[in-house]
């Protein structure tokens, strides 16, 4: 698969968002917000085991637990969020601006169900977005 100028273009770009959100999420995330998710990580753990167990007094307990703990991560998840929202939305609307009127950006070498053989400018990068910020959050530790 041969990548066009406007597909490099566009993956240097989802490459360049994917880090400034990363690093603004590892700067911006609390300790209060880290703390939640582990929360929140081990009350899934106590969850699965109260339903193996049939322990419905305790699953109901755990799920009333389980809806304040993410309130609680998504309001510290919220601040950085609310600081990437406005690039984001300047580099969207400069994309479409730029990459709408060309159509298919990237040809797959597969035709693939509803999507097809090829991508747009969004397609492609929502694509490049998300195979770039997983690893780079993985490997900042930000989830």
């Given at each position: 698969m041969v990548l066009s100028e406007s597909a490099i273009e566009i993956a240097l770009i989802s490459a360049a968002l994917a880090f400034m959100s990363a690093m603004v999420t590892k700067i911006f995330l609390s300790e209060e917000g880290k703390a939640a998710k582990e929360k929140l990580k081990e009350l899934q753990k106590d969850m699965k085991n109260a339903?193996?167990?049939?322990?419905?007094?305790?699953?109901?307990?755990?799920?009333?637990?389980?809806?304040?703990?993410?309130?609680?991560?998504?309001?510290?998840?919220?601040?950085?969020?609310?600081?990437?929202?406005?690039?984001?939305?300047?580099?969207?609307?400069?994309?479409?601006?730029?990459y709408e009127w060309m159509g298919t950006i990237v040809n797959l070498p597969i035709t693939l169900p509803i999507i097809g053989s090829g991508l747009g400018w969004l397609g492609w990068y929502f694509l490049c977005i998300l195979v770039i910020s997983i690893p780079l959050n993985k490997l900042l530790k930000n989830y």
């Open positions: 339903q193996k167990k049939g322990h419905v007094k305790k699953m109901q307990k755990l799920q009333g637990e389980m809806m304040t703990t993410m309130m609680e991560s998504f309001r510290h998840q919220f601040k950085p969020m609310l600081i990437t929202m406005g690039p984001f939305l300047l580099v969207f609307w400069w994309l479409k601006g730029n």
